[in-house]
Nanobody
């Protein structure tokens, strides 16, 4: 089992940047594919980005491709989401998620979730 704690959210102006972090407990972090999802008010949770267990492969939603970068440091049990050129439509609660198998863009494929961190982008 793994516990996930996100941090780094906040209020930023459009065009700005934020870096989210997700710290995982346990000694088997490298066994988990990791992902970021987000949920805006009144909307369903949507996929943002995912990364393979060794960090060699990444996958992005079209809406964030070229602006967001997912990375991980298995020695620190942490996954990151660097968000650049932020837009008001990026406003949401951002969640990190973990699954034992290969990464996926499906919400239901993930076994563990963090509590979320709020990102608000003002226009």
């Amino acid at each position: 089992q793994v516990q996930l704690v996100e941090s780094g959210g906040g209020l930023v102006q459009a065009g700005g940047s934020l870096r989210l972090s997700c710290a995982a407990s346990g000694r088997t972090f490298s066994s988990y594919a990791m992902a970021w999802f987000r949920q805006a008010p009144g909307k369903e949770r949507e996929f943002v980005a995912a990364i393979s267990r060794n960090g060699a492969s990444t996958y992005y939603a079209d809406s964030v491709k070229g602006r967001f970068t997912i990375s991980r440091d298995n020695a620190k049990n942490t996954v990151y989401l660097q968000m650049n050129s932020l837009k008001p439509e990026d406003t949401a609660v951002y969640y990190c998620a973990a699954r034992v198998r290969n990464y996926s863009d499906r919400f239901g494929a993930y076994d563990y979730w963090g509590q979320g961190t709020q990102v608000t982008v003002s226009s």
